[in-house]
C-alpha cells in the first residue's frame, strides 16, 4: 500500500495531468465492471417464464417463454385492423367475449403442450 502511494507521488510529479487522466479511466473501468456484474447477477437471478397477464402482448409471450409465434398465433387468433397497434391479450379477451383468466389458462396450456412435444 505505502509503495502504491509512493508510486502515485512520483507519477503526480512527472505528469500530473496524465496521473488524473490514469486515475478517472481506472474509476470508470470500475463503475463499468459493477455494471456488468449487476446486470449478469440479475440475468441469473430472473425468473426464467413471469406469470401470464392481462398487459401482455401475443409477441412478448413467444419471446418471453421462448415458444414459436406460430404456436402462440394458433392459441390466440388475430385479425389485423391494419392500425398497428399491439394487441394485448386482454384487448383479445374482450374481442373474443371471454373471460381474460379463460384465455390466460389455454394459452397455459398450450404453452405447457408445446414444450412438452419438444422434451425427448
Known sequence: MIQSI???KRLWR??????VA??????????????FGVALWH?????TDPELAG???PRFVALAWDVPPEVILQA?????????????????????SIPLPALLEHLQAVID???AGLEP
Open 14 to 19: 512527472r505528469a500530473p495531468w496524465l496521473t
Open 6 to 8: 509512493a508510486t502515485l
Open 76 to 96: 390466440v387468433p388475430l385479425d389485423p385492423d391494419g392500425s398497428g397497434r399491439r394487441v394485448t391479450l386482454q384487448d383479445v379477451a374482450q374481442m373474443r
Open 113 to 115: 403442450t408445446y414444450r
Open 22 to 35: 490514469m486515475l478517472v479511466a481506472f474509476v470508470l473501468a470500475l463503475v463499468f465492471a459493477l455494471r
Open 55 to 57: 398487459w401482455m402482448t
Open 43 to 47: 440475468s441469473v437471478t430472473l425468473p
